[in-house]
């Protein structure tokens, strides 16, 4: 079973940053993608980046590109999101999310963490 555990929001100004991370347990095998979603009050959850676990190829979502940066270390079993320049729109709950190479859908979920943004 894969357990996953997100730490690291919080309140922060609009242009700063903050960093997240993702602590994940359980066989690698079912953690090979490992992701980023988060969902802003009254809004659809929605991607953010994710990263191949052993090959470490990354995507990252239009609306964040160039201001969020994903990484992981293998020897922590850690993923983190690195969110530089943020603006309140950045404010939602951030899920940390976990699938197995060639699974259609996410299916392992973190608790969330919360990222408030103020103008």
């Known amino acids: 079973q894969v357990q996953l555990v997100e730490s690291g929001g919080g309140l922060v100004q609009a242009g700063g940053s903050l960093r997240l991370s993702c602590a994940a347990s359980g066989p690698t095998v079912s953690y090979e993608m490992l992701a980023w979603f988060r969902q802003a009050p009254g809004k659809d959850r929605e991607f953010v980046a994710h990263i191949s676990w052993n090959r470490g190829s990354v995507d990252i979502a239009a609306s964040v590109r160039g201001r969020f940066t994903i990484s992981r270390d293998n020897t922590r079993s850690t993923m983190t999101l690195q969110m530089n320049s943020l603006t309140p729109e950045d404010t939602a709950v951030y899920y940390c999310?976990?699938?197995?190479?060639?699974?259609?859908?996410?299916?392992?979920w973190g608790q969330g963490t919360q990222v408030t943004v103020s103008s």
């Open positions: 999310a976990a699938k197995s190479l060639g699974a259609r859908q996410y299916v392992y």
